[in-house]
């Protein structure tokens, strides 16, 4: 399955002291999303956060509307 992503790449590269050369590619995601490109998808409800009047969070599942 395809996937989205959104975040930044970092390429570093170095050399040890025998003059080995190495490579590393670390990916930071902030956003991680399945494509809609091949599929289709239904959300059937949604999580919805909300906080009482002390600040507290509560989580509550709610019905969404499907389009």
Do not use: C, M, P
């Not at 959104?6 to 590619?25: A, F, Q, V």
Request: glycine share 6%.
């Amino acid at each position: 399955d395809r996937v989205l992503l959104s975040g930044h790449l970092n390429l570093r590269s170095w050399e040890n002291k025998e003059g080995k050369k190495y490579n590393i590619t670390n990916i930071t995601a902030d956003v991680v999303a399945a494509s809609l490109e091949f599929n289709q998808i239904k959300i059937l409800e949604k999580d919805v956060i909300e906080t009482d009047e002390g600040g507290s969070l509560k989580k509550d599942k709610a019905k969404s509307k499907t389009t």
